[in-house]
Nanobody, 127 residues
């Protein structure tokens, strides 16, 4: 069974850091592009950061550039999102999602491009 399981969310003060993980099972994650998305209450789901299967191509939302870093460890079948300098507006449920049809060197990052989703992990940035 295909599974994507996010972990690492929690409560953090503004300016703090969190590292999210997305562990894949039932398939080889390294063959596919994958992305991180988030959804805050009352807002649409948006792409945060996505990474291609090969070549290390990445996309970042303007709101997180310079603060977040996406990476992958194909040997561990895991993708990470390092989040630094967190702001209250980063508060959301964060999801990882799989793009099964993109080019190997392309990192698409729209919700409609994604085929499989994890259940999410909550990140709350508050003092």
């Amino acid at each position: 069974q295909l599974q994507l399981v996010e972990s690492g969310g929690g409560l953090v003060q503004p300016g703090g850091s969190l590292r999210l993980s997305c562990a894949a099972s039932g398939f080889t994650l390294g063959y596919y592009a994958i992305g991180w998305f988030r959804q805050a209450p009352g807002k649409e789901r948006e792409g945060v950061s996505c990474i291609s299967s090969r070549g290390g191509a990445t996309n970042y939302a303007d709101s997180v550039k310079g603060r977040f870093t996406v990476s992958r460890d194909n040997a561990k079948n895991t993708v990470y999102l390092q989040m630094n300098s967190l702001k209250p507006e980063d508060t959301a449920v964060y999801y990882c999602a799989l793009d099964t049809s993109s080019d190997l060197y392309t990192a698409r990052c729209k919700p409609g491009d994604m085929d499989y989703w994890g259940k999410g992990t909550l990140v709350t940035v508050s003092s």
